[in-house]
C-alpha cells in the first residue's frame, strides 16, 4: 500500500508509488502472474512516438472545477490543450442543464529571458492580476518541464499568495518529464485538491463520491433509493463541495486508473471507505461490484434485490446480443483499468478478445488491495487474453499488430489510435463517455453499438482503398516488438 | 511588463511540428517531453495528414535526460524514424527540455546529414519564441541544411517564384488559401513553388528554392527573416505583400504589384485579372440587391481579432467590398515590435477615406472584456476564434471563427485568400447572418 503523504507538495510518480510499467508483450495471465509475484519489470523502447503527458491530465481534473481558475506556469504552449477542455466543459455544462461560461484559463508565458532570471515574479504577478479579474474562489498553478527544471519555487509563491489573497492558491506539480505514465496527472491534480482543498468532516453524511471525468449521471438511479446521494468528482465541482468529500459514506472508481490516489488518500486520511472492487463491468463484475457496495453501505438486501431484477431484464437481452455476436474478434486500445473492463465487457459477449494494446499498467492500486486488480478478474473469470502488450500510445507497434491480427472489430477509448484500424479497413469504435459501458445496462449499451459499427463497413473500407501509410513496408513485417526492450544505451522511454 | 495569456491562440516555438507536417511526406522527429506534440497538435492539428498527430517520433525526454542529457537517445529515435518511417525529409526539433540542459542536437544531426541522409535540425524550446518565429527559423533551417546541399549553384529560372504566406495549420485555412494564391500566380504567368500542402511536389520542389527567379512573401511580418535570408544567400529579391490579399481590390493590387515587380508580360497578367474579376463581380452584383435590401438585419460593424496578416486584409475586405466598418480591431500574434509601425500604418489608411484603430494584446481575456464594455449601438460582426462564442452570443454579434482554436468548425480546402477566397468569406458571413432567423 503506498502511504499517502500530503505535507509534501508533490505527489510520487507511479513508477515509484506502484510500480507500474509502460512496455511489455506477453499474455494477461502472464502479466498478472508478474505482478502478483512482484518481478514485473518494465521494457524501455529504443523507438518512441510522442505520448501524452501529466500536465495535460492534471489540467483535465481541474479545469472543471466550476469556481476555480487555473494558472499554467509554462511557455505558451503547454497550454494548446485549454481549449479541448474548454470545449469539453461546455459540452459538459449543455448536458447538466448550467448556463454557458466559458474555462478561466491562464498561461504565464515563459520566454527566454525567465530561464535566466527565474519566473517567479512573474508568476506572482499573474496570479495577483488573475485574482483581480475574476475573483475565484480558488487558484490552482499547474507546472511545466520549464519551470521546473529551472528551478523556480512555485511552492513559496503559492503559499505567500494564499495568504495574501485570503483563498487556496494551490500548487499542482505535473510536469512532463517527471514520469513516463500521464495519468501521474491525475495523481497530481488529486494530491493538490487533498493537500489544499479538502478539509477534515464535520459530520458523515449519505454521500457518496463519483471519481469521474464528466460521463453520463447514471450513479443516480442505482444511489438514490438506496438513500445515497452522488456526488460527481472532481468535473463540475465547486471549491466548497470539494471541500467536504471527506464526509461521504464511500467512494466509488469508474476507473482505478484515474481515482487510484484520491480513493486511497480519502480512505487513508478521512475514513472514507473505497470501494475496491473492480469497476462494474459484465455480469459477474457487476454482481461482485454491486455486493461490496452493498456491503459499505449497508445495503445488502436491497442490492440482491436490485442483481435478482437486473439478471433477470439483462440476461434474456444479453443471450441475443450473443447469438449476433459469436464468433466476432476484436482488439482493444485503452488506458489501463478501462482497458481491463472492456475485455470483460467484451467477453461477456463471447466476442473473441484477440489481444490489447494498453497505456500502463499499475501491477497495485494505491489502496493495496490486489482485489481491485481488474485485469486479473478478466483472467479469473474468463481465461487469458493473449497478445497483451502494455503500449504508451506507440502507433507503430500497434498498426503492426493490427495488420497481422486483423480482427472483425476494434475497440478504443482515446484519440489517435482509431484512424488506423480504419486505414486497414477494421471497423473501429470509439465510446467517449466513460459510463456507457458500465454495470448491466452498459453491457447492452455495447452491444448495440458494436453492432451497428460491424454493420457499417463501408466507410471503412473505402477509406482504407484510398488511404496512405506512413510506415515502411520493412517495418510491417518486423515482429511488432522489435524496439521493445534490450538498447543499453536508452535510459527509460 | 507582465504578458500573461488568456485564451491562447497560438503555440510555442515546438508548435512549428506542424510547419513540417505541412511539407508533403515531411516528418518532425520531436527531442522534447512527452506531452509537447501532442499539445500542439490538441489546439492547431487538423487530423494526422500523412506523419502527424500520434506517428511523431518522440524522445518522450524523462528525468534520466535532464540530469544525463538525452544525445544518447535521440540517436536512437532517430534510428528508428528512419526505419520505421517513410519520409522524404525528417526535421529534429528540440524542446524546452533539451534547450534547458544544452544536449548539442547539431552535432547528432549532423553525423547522419553526412551519411547524405535528409534530416535537419532546429531549436525549437518552447521558451524561446512562439510559432509564428519558430516557423521561419525551421524554413531556414531546411533551407540551410537539406536545400543548399542539393542544389549548389543552380541558375535561375525565369518565372519561377517561391511564395511564402501563412504559417501551415496556425493559419487554420493554410491549405484552401495556399491553393487559390498558387492557382492566381500560375494565372499571371509565374511558376510557383508553393511549398506546402497538397499543391506542393514536396522536397523535389524545395530543392528549386535557389533557383526562383524572386520570392512573395504575403504576410504582415512573419516569414521577412525567410526572404531576407534567401536573399542574402541567393540573391534572390522579393516582393513583400504585408496582408492576406481577400476578394476583388486586393487581390487584384497583389497580382499587379507581382507582376509589376517580376517584369511579367502585362497583357497575360491583366488578360488574367480581368477574367477574374468579371467572374468576381458577377457574383458581388449578385449579393447587392441582397446587402441594400434586407431588412431585418446584417453586421453593420466588425472587430478582428487574428494575427496581422488576417486582421488588415478582412479589414479592408469587410470594409470595401461588403460596406461594414471598422470597429476596434486587435491583433493577437504578439507581433514584435519593430513590425507594430507599419500594421499600424496599414490600419491608418484601411480605405481611402478610413482609419482604424487597432491595438496589439495577446490576453483574449482582457480584448474580450474591452468589447464588452463598447456600446453595441448596432449588429457587430466578430471575426476571432473559437472563444469568441459566448462573446458573440452575449452581445448579440455574428461570429466566423478565423483563427485558431477552430474547434467548431471542420475544415478541408476552406480558404478566403483570393478571388475565391472573397466569396466563399461572403457566403460564410452571411450563412452564419441568415441562420440566425427562424
Known sequence: MSVINIKIPEVQIREVRLGSITGFEGTAGELVKCARAGTLQDSTRSFSQCMGCSSGHAFCQLSMITDAVIINHAPVGCSGDFFGFNFVYRVGQMERDLPSVIGRYFNTNIEERDTIFGATEKLEATIREVYERIKPNAIFVTTSCASAIIGDDVESVVNDLTIELGIPVVGCYCEGFRSKIWTTGFDSAYHSIVRKIVKPPRKKTNKVNIINFWGAHIFDDLLRPLGYEPSYVVPFSTVAELEYISEAAATIQICPTLGTYIGAALEQIYGVPEIKAPPAYGIAGTDKWLRELGKVLDRQEEVEEIIKKEHARVLPLLEEYREKLKGKTAYITAGAAHGHSLIALLRELDISVKGAAIFHHDPIYDNGDPTSDALAHDVNTYGDVPNFNVCNKQAYELVNILNRVRPDIMIARHGGMTLWGAKLGVPTLLIGDEHFGFGYQGILNYAERMLETLDNTEFVTNLAKHSSMPYTKWWLEQNPFSFLGGNAHVEVY | ?438
Not at chain 2, 506531452?35 to 518522440?58: D, F, H, R
Open chain 2, 1 to 438: 511588463m507582465l504578458k500573461f495569456i488568456e485564451q491562447p491562440r497560438y503555440s510555442c516555438a515546438i508548435g512549428a511540428q506542424q510547419t513540417v507536417v505541412a511539407i508533403r511526406r515531411g516528418v518532425p522527429i520531436l527531442h522534447a517531453g512527452p506531452g509537447c506534440s501532442a499539445k500542439v497538435s490538441a489546439l492547431i492539428g487538423q487530423g494526422e495528414g500523412y506523419a502527424g498527430g500520434n506517428t511523431i517520433p518522440c524522445t518522450n525526454a524523462g528525468e534520466a535526460d535532464i540530469v544525463y542529457g538525452g544525445e544518447d537517445k535521440l540517436r536512437s529515435v532517430i534510428d528508428g524514424a528512419f526505419k520505421v518511417i517513410d519520409a522524404d525529409l525528417y526535421v529534429v526539433l528540440t524542446g524546452c527540455t533539451s534547450d534547458i540542459v544544452g544536449d548539442d542536437v547539431g552535432r547528432v544531426t549532423a553525423v547522419y546529414q553526412e551519411q547524405g541522409r535528409p534530416i535537419v535540425y532546429a531549436e525549437t524550446g518552447g521558451f524561446k519564441s512562439n510559432n509564428y518565429v519558430s516557423h521561419e527559423a525551421v524554413v531556414n533551417a531546411i533551407i540551410d541544411q537539406y536545400v543548399d546541399v542539393h542544389n549548389k549553384g543552380a541558375e535561375k529560372q525565369k518565372g519561377l517564384v517561391n511564395v511564402f504566406a501563412s504559417v501551415p495549420y496556425q493559419d487554420p485555412y493554410w491549405n484552401g488559401n495556399l491553393e487559390e494564391i498558387k492557382r492566381v500566380l500560375e494565372g499571371i504567368g509565374l511558376k510557383v513553388n508553393i511549398l506546402f500542402g497538397n499543391e506542393s511536389n514536396g522536397v523535389e520542389e524545395w530543392k528549386t528554392i535557389p533557383s526562383a527567379e524572386f520570392n512573395i512573401l504575403i504576410n504582415s511580418w512573419t516569414g521577412l527573416r525567410i526572404v531576407k535570408h534567401l536573399e542574402e544567400k541567393y540573391g534572390t529579391h522579393y516582393v513583400h505583400f504585408p496582408y492576406l490579399p481577400i476578394g476583388g481590390i486586393e487581390t487584384t493590387k497583389f497580382l499587379r504589384e507581382v507582376a509589376e515587380f517580376g517584369k511579367l508580360e502585362k497583357e497575360v497578367a491583366e488578360a488574367f485579372i480581368n477574367k477574374e474579376e468579371e467572374k468576381y463581380y458577377s457574383f458581388i452584383e449578385r449579393t447587392a440587391d441582397f446587402m441594400l435590401e434586407f431588412r431585418y438585419g446584417i453586421p453593420r460593424r466588425f472587430y478582428t481579432i487574428l494575427d496581422a496578416s488576417y486582421s488588415i486584409g478582412f479589414s479592408k475586405f469587410l470594409l470595401s467590398e461588403l460596406g461594414i466598418l471598422p470597429a476596434k480591431q486587435f491583433v493577437i500574434d504578439d507581433t514584435p515590435e519593430e513590425f507594430r509601425a507599419a500594421i499600424e500604418q496599414q490600419f491608418a489608411k484601411i480605405s481611402d477615406l478610413r482609419s482604424a484603430e487597432v491595438s496589439f494584446s495577446i490576453d483574449g481575456g482582457a480584448i474580450q472584456k474591452e468589447i464588452r464594455e463598447d456600446t453595441q449601438k448596432n449588429r457587430a460582426l466578430i471575426l476571432g476564434s473559437a472563444w469568441e462564442r459566448d462573446l458573440a452570443t452575449d452581445i448579440k454579434a455574428d461570429l466566423l471563427i478565423i483563427s485558431a482554436p477552430v474547434s467548431y468548425r471542420l475544415v478541408l480546402n476552406c480558404g478566403y485568400a483570393g478571388y475565391n477566397g472573397g466569396l466563399r468569406a461572403i457566403e460564410d458571413i452571411y450563412d452564419r447572418v441568415l441562420n440566425t432567423y427562424r
